[in-house]
């Protein structure tokens, strides 16, 4: 069975950095696209970028400019680089994966707070 492990979640300072990874357990070929998502409390999960195999990206309005999705192959990872981090980005962030057959794997979730 496919695995989605996220990390990098934390604590930070408004204008500060993180960055999240997200680890196939099997092989990132398994995917045709692969994202990130988040969701905070009492608001529905939403999208904040995704990459394809092919290595397109496509980004939320509100982080476009300050978050970069990348992928490497090599290691099955999918990384989210997050600079000038806001308060409003505070949120559970996950990973997600759809494979060529359209089936969807989750993460588990990496908590990300940033404080003003």
Do not use: H
């Amino acid at each position: 069975q496919v695995q989605l492990v996220e990390s990098g979640g934390g604590l930070v300072q408004a204008g500060g950095s993180l960055r999240l990874s997200c680890v196939v357990s099997g092989t990132i070929f398994s995917f045709n696209a692969m994202g990130w998502y988040r969701q905070a409390p009492g608001k529905q999960r939403e999208l904040v970028a995704t990459i394809t195999s092919g290595g397109s990206t496509n980004y939320a309005d509100s982080v476009k400019g300050r978050f970069t999705i990348s992928r490497d192959n090599a290691k099955n990872t999918v990384y989210l680089q997050m600079n000038s981090l806001k308060p409003e980005d505070t949120a559970v962030y996950y990973c997600n994966g759809v494979t060529w057959s359209k089936r969807e794997f989750w993460g588990q979730g990496t908590q990300v707070t940033v404080s003003s």
